[in-house]
């Protein structure tokens, strides 16, 4: 295959998370080096840890200017040397960004362990979005399987992962409290077969007691909190003695903030949870969850999709999916014409 000497690419000019900083430039196709494969986009979604890390507030700030965008999915149309790159020539994949540029532009390279082949069933709409939020769901709800625990407490209930993390833990068996902001998405999980009990809303003045009461009522020993701030703390104080909260987001973009009486005197705790380093599973659990979510991505895995825009559109489909974070995911896609 021929490929084109330059693309279209959205580059990011400045770590203050606006969507005015986000500029559409032509820039050289890049080659793939050892170990690496070029996938060609077929799209690639808007996540809150892309937001994240367009603030600075990522794991590292890459050199800047530099292309987002942190998973997609597309088509590998060259390798690098190596046997396994070029065994990927042709395939469909779900596919993760690598040290370098991102997934907002016609095409990304990255190393080839960062690709996963997508089965025919699924399409490039949602393979784009088969990596972070679903590896995310199945290692949380993991963990909760391996420590015992019969209820857990979720924030940011109606994001994408809330709603998948509903829909798992429904199957296998696992209660959730789930945590939201506004009423409206109280409704929507409780359409999803939530119970009445188990929504609150953050916002409602009786939301600590309320908390409190029902994982008093429900030995809920765990949460996993993609707020931080002060909902952290507000976590620990409704749980039991020897609670957990896993914080795996920082949607507040403010710090944790915690009684330290709770941890000195009532044995509670507060882990972090990264995907690419998900302790305390293993390498082989994380392979494990990579087979599992694939065979699933048409149905259990799946994640509603708000609008598709192309390239030439990024900033207003950043305000929009900024607006509106819990009604669907806004997906880039390169090849749609404005």
């Known amino acids: 295959m021929m490929l084109p000497q330059t693309m279209r690419a959205l580059e990011l000019r400045a770590y203050d998370g606006r969507p005015e900083s986000l500029a559409l430039i032509q820039k050289p196709v890049p080659r793939p080096g050892p170990g690496e494969v070029l996938v060609q986009i077929a799209a690639s979604p808007i996540n809150p840890s892309d937001v994240a890390s367009m603030r600075g507030f990522y794991s590292v700030r890459k050199s800047l200017p530099v292309v987002p965008g942190l998973e997609a999915s597309g088509v590998i149309v060259a390798a690098g040397s190596g046997l396994f790159p070029r065994l990927l020539v042709g395939k469909r994949v779900a596919c993760y960004a690598g040290a370098g540029d991102g997934a907002w532009a016609e095409y990304m390279s990255t190393p080839a362990m960062h690709c996963i082949p997508l089965p025919k069933t699924v399409t490039l709409d949602q393979g784009s979005m088969a990596i972070v939020n679903p590896l995310t769901a199945w290692c949380l709800l993991e963990i909760a399987r391996r420590g015992k625990h019969i209820t857990v407490v979720h924030t940011a209930a109606a994001s994408a992962l809330g709603k998948m993390i509903a829909r798992l833990a429904q199957r296998r068996r696992v209660h959730v409290i789930h945590?939201?902001?506004?009423?409206?998405?109280?409704?929507?999980?409780?359409?999803?077969?939530?119970?009445?009990?188990?929504?609150?809303?953050?916002?409602?003045?009786?939301?600590?007691?309320?908390?409190?009461?029902?994982?008093?009522?429900?030995?809920?020993?765990?949460?996993?909190?993609?707020?931080?701030?002060?909902?952290?703390?507000?976590?620990?104080?409704?749980?039991?003695?020897?609670?957990?909260?896993?914080?795996?987001?920082?949607?507040?973009?403010?710090?944790?903030?915690?009684?330290?009486?709770?941890?000195?005197?009532?044995?509670?705790?507060?882990?972090?949870?990264?995907?690419?380093?998900?302790?305390?599973?293993?390498?082989?659990?994380?392979?494990?969850?990579?087979?599992?979510?694939?065979?699933?991505?048409?149905?259990?895995?799946?994640?509603?999709?708000?609008?598709?825009?192309?390239?030439?559109?990024?900033?207003?489909?950043?305000?929009?999916?900024?607006?509106?974070?819990?009604?669907?995911?806004?997906?880039?896609?390169?090849?749609?014409?404005?």
């Open 179 to 338: 945590i939201v902001r506004r009423p409206a998405q109280a409704e929507m999980l409780r359409t999803l077969g939530a119970r009445a009990d188990m929504v609150l809303d953050s916002s409602a003045p009786d939301f600590d007691e309320r908390l409190a009461d029902v994982c008093r009522r429900r030995r809920a020993t765990l949460a996993f909190d993609a707020v931080a701030g002060d909902m952290t703390g507000r976590l620990l104080d409704a749980m039991p003695a020897h609670s957990k909260v896993i914080v795996y987001g920082g949607l507040s973009q403010k710090e944790c903030r915690v009684d330290a009486r709770r941890l000195i005197f009532e044995g509670k705790r507060v882990e972090g949870f990264w995907l690419a380093h998900p302790a305390p599973l293993s390498r082989i659990d994380f392979f494990r969850a990579i087979a599992a979510v694939r065979s699933r991505l048409h149905d259990e895995y799946k994640t509603d999709v708000r609008r598709r825009v192309p390239l030439e559109a990024a900033t207003p489909g950043l305000e929009d999916y900024l607006a509106h974070m819990s009604e669907g995911k806004v997906l880039l896609v390169p090849s749609v014409a404005s």
